[in-house]
């Protein structure tokens, strides 16, 4: 099963990405997570994604778009996979469906979890990360999902693991330039996402990323398969 999600910054595409593949045990690519990983790694790719990471743009696709076709051919990827953060314009959405029909490959779901922008950002500046597992949902601001205290400290609700928060959730300029560039239907993300919706091929899933985590999850796994 091939599927690609979209949803604004901030939106849950990486809390539902991590629930379908669990459930569907597809590979869970995400653009925005091999960034991080190269910039943690300090190796080239890394240094060169963080600045615009840092600022709210978008890394080159000179250098985005073949990082993720050349993963989509890695072994991990044979059995299916789920992709989260890509594509993010009109040029990676075209570079992508190319790539596809050339590799003889089959896109089976689009989903799009819709959100208003507003809630989207506080969803962004209040999420923390564990450092055990990126998956572990907490959220300063909700109560479903709300780190626990330990030793005065806030900790994991999950495992306990320390929190961290990521440089590019706090500045609030950098969230804006990232929405901009969500909600752009001219050249932007929701350009990218009417493009794959215009397709005949795969099923579109549309859904309201302001319920619940269960909530949303339940929407969207009652549409797969
Ligand atoms: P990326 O890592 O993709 O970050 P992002 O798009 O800004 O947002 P996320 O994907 O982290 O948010 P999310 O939708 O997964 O939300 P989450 O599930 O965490 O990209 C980072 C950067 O890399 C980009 O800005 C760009 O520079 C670069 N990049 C990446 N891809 C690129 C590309 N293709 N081309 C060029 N550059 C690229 O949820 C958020 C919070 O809300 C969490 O705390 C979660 O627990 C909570 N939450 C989730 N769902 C709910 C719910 N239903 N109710 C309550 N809380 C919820």
Do not use: Q, T
């Given at each position: 099963m091939n599927i690609l999600i979209f949803g604004p910054n901030g939106s849950g595409k990486g809390t539902q990405g991590a629930i379908i593949q669990k459930k569907y045990h597809v590979a869970h690519v995400e653009s925005g997570g091999i960034f991080r990983q190269n910039i943690k790694g300090g190796t080239d790719l890394g240094m060169k994604a963080k600045e615009y990471i840092d600022r709210g743009e978008l890394v080159p696709d000179s250098i985005t778009i073949p990082m993720i076709l050349d993963k989509l051919k890695e072994n991990a990827c044979s059995e299916g996979w789920l992709l989260d953060g890509f594509p993010r314009n009109v040029a990676q959405a075209e570079a992508l469906d190319k790539a596809l029909k050339e590799a003889k490959l089959k896109l089976d779901y689009v989903i799009e979890i819709k959100l208003d922008r507003q809630i989207a950002k506080e969803r962004i500046m209040g999420r923390r990360l564990c450092v055990n597992d990126n998956n572990h949902p907490n959220h300063i601001a909700f109560d479903a999902i709300k780190p626990v205290e330990k030793d005065g400290k806030l900790v994991c609700r999950v495992c306990g693991g320390e929190l961290n928060t990521r440089a590019d959730d706090q500045d609030e300029a950098a969230i804006d330039k990232r929405h901009d560039i969500y909600y752009n239907d001219t050249t932007g993300t929701t350009a990218a996402v009417n493009y794959f919706k215009a397709l005949s091929g795969p099923k579109f899933i549309s859904v309201?990323?302001?319920?619940?985590i269960d909530e949303v999850s339940q929407a969207l796994l009652s549409e797969l398969n």
């Open positions: 309201d990323g302001s319920k619940s």
